[in-house]
């Protein structure tokens, strides 16, 4: 069946502009997650949605960060007010609740890069 | 909230030698420990995984190996092949249910082998 996706796979936008990230899961998989990934570093938590409701958004690094999940399936990450220290590819994951194997499928990923 | 730690950074090996990569956790609760491969301009995936009620586990090549006392784990690649390199990332999760809850990454290892 089909991956994770998520669009654009690309997106330059200019400081101070608002962006949304969209994120589509493997169908059937109730939980999502939202990292962050800075050219060379690891993976940066921002939040996990189990459902249509975010257990935990620990990771969100400001008030400028937010997301949301309908439906239980699509997810947007909208950053408003962007900082070029937003620029980084922001991964999409999702996995299967319920089950003995427990494994996050990842997107492609989307690159904000703020000018 | 837990705590990741993985060393080293960089792994530089020879084709055909071993290598060892170490993670250290914070939370005695996390009970579950994957490892994600992630090769360039590629998603993260995931090679191999180890729940807390065991010590090692064995995949081909590649194996994982919990301390629980010592709050580490670590992963160990024999007979290194030149598409074993890639960036390598450990995590820990305290698991709810056998599948819910979410992963906090290491900072990742990138591992070179040369033929």
């Known amino acids: 069946g089909a991956g994770v996706s998520q669009s654009p796979s690309n997106k330059v936008t200019e400081k101070g502009k608002d962006v949304e990230l969209r994120c589509d899961p493997i169908?059937?998989?109730?939980?999502l997650y939202w990292y962050r990934q800075s050219l060379g570093q690891g993976l940066e938590f921002l939040i996990y949605?189990?459902?249509?409701?975010?257990?935990?958004k620990s990771g969100l690094p400001s008030d400028r960060f937010s997301a949301e999940r309908t439906g239980g399936s699509v997810s947007t990450l909208t950053i408003q007010r962007t900082q070029q220290e937003d620029s980084a590819v922001y991964l999409c994951?999702?996995?299967?609740?319920?089950?003995?194997?427990?494994?996050?499928?990842f997107g492609p990923g989307t690159r904000l890069t703020v000018t | 909230g837990e705590n990741v730690e993985q060393h080293p950074s960089t792994l530089s090996v020879q084709e055909g030698d071993s290598a060892v990569i170490k993670c250290t956790y914070s939370?005695?609760?996390?009970?579950?420990f994957p490892w994600y491969k992630q090769e360039l301009g590629k998603r993260p995936q995931l090679i191999i995984d180890?729940?807390?009620?065991?010590g090692e586990k064995k995949d081909q090549r590649i194996a994982v190996t919990l301390n629980k006392t010592a709050k580490h784990f670590s992963l160990h690649i024999t007979e290194t092949q030149p598409e074993d390199s890639a960036v390598y990332f450990c995590?820990?999760?305290?698991?709810?249910?056998?599948?819910?809850?979410?992963?906090?990454f290491g900072k990742g290892t990138k591992l070179s082998v040369k033929p």
């Open positions: 994951a999702s996995s299967l609740v319920g089950t003995a194997r427990y494994e996050q499928y």
């Open positions: 169908s059937g998989h109730t939980a």
């Open positions: 949605f189990q459902g249509n409701s975010a257990p935990d």
């Open positions: 939370d005695s609760a996390s009970n579950y």
């Open positions: 180890i729940r807390s009620n065991v």
């Open positions: 995590a820990a999760v305290v698991l709810y249910g056998g599948s819910q809850g979410n992963l906090i």
